[in-house]
T-cell receptor
Framework: GAVVSQHPSRVICKSGTSVKIECRSL??????MFWYRQFPKQSLMLMAT?????????EQGVEKDKFLINHASLTLSTLTVTSAHPEDSSFYIC?????????????FGPGTRLTVT | QKEVEQDPGPLSVPEGAIVSLNCTYS??????FMWYRQYSRKGPELLMY????GNKEDGRFTAQVDKSSKYISLFIRDSQPSDSATYLC?????????????FGQGTRLTINP
């Protein structure tokens, strides 16, 4: 299957600072990438859909000014958590899609664990 | 009512047992059905992908889709301790351009040696 990487895998930051998480599709080009958030023992919550070269589409209840998404190329999307607070501590996972129609598949990165102190 | 319902478990079975994991859904427009496996503190890994109704087999894994009942299943034969993980079902509808997946809550599975 296709490979998606994330960096960093784990980050600890102080309250009020900003953190950037990178998501890369390593062996394919992805016109669309997705950002999810996952709390312990819960399912994935879609935060936003990121299309290369255009603004991200945020899900209801997700603050676009707090979670800045940039999709500058077909292999890279970044999520910046601005002015992070302890309640932003979570597991953030990106995914990227390949193919269309019945050949569509979505592959996930390994996740980034953010801890805000 | 959630669009996709999945029993969160936990489910614990002995090694070698056949495991059955299930999801029900309410949106009849769903046509694409996936099962992901997620180990603790890792990203989900695509296991099985089925389009419309029917069965699909891959090694010890079999995915079944019954669209008339809005019910999908994942069977694991000869279960191994390495199969211990959370299993997430996911679905997508047929609307042109629709790419978002709708996930179940995930079932935590433990295979005991």
């Amino acid at each position: 299957g296709a490979v998606v990487s994330q960096h960093p895998s784990r980050v600890i930051c102080k309250s009020g600072t900003s953190v950037k998480i990178e998501c890369r599709s390593l062996d394919f080009q992805a016109t669309t990438m997705f950002w999810y958030r996952q709390f312990p023992k819960q399912s994935l919550m879609l935060m936003a859909t990121s299309n290369e070269g255009s603004k991200a589409t945020y899900e209801q209840g997700v603050e676009k000014d707090k979670f800045l998404i940039n999709h500058a190329s077909l292999t890279l999307s970044t999520l910046t958590v601005t002015s992070a607070h302890p309640e932003d501590s979570s597991f953030y996972i990106c995914s990227a899609n390949t193919g269309t129609g019945i050949y569509y598949e979505q592959y996930f990165g390994p996740g980034t664990r953010l801890t805000v102190t | 009512q959630k669009e996709v319902e999945q029993d969160p478990g936990p489910l614990s079975v002995p090694e070698g047992a056949i495991v059955s994991l299930n999801c029900t859904y309410s949106n009849s427009a769903f046509q694409y059905f996936m099962w992901y496996r997620q180990y603790s503190r890792k990203g989900p890994e695509l296991l099985m992908y089925t389009y419309s109704s029917g069965n699909k087999e891959d090694g010890r894994f079999t995915a079944q889709v019954d669209k008339s009942s809005k019910y999908i299943s994942l069977f694991i034969r000869d279960s191994q301790p390495s199969d211990s993980a959370t299993y997430l079902c996911a679905m997508r509808d047929i609307i042109q351009g629709a790419q978002k997946l709708v996930f179940g809550q995930g079932t935590r599975l433990t295979i005991n040696p």
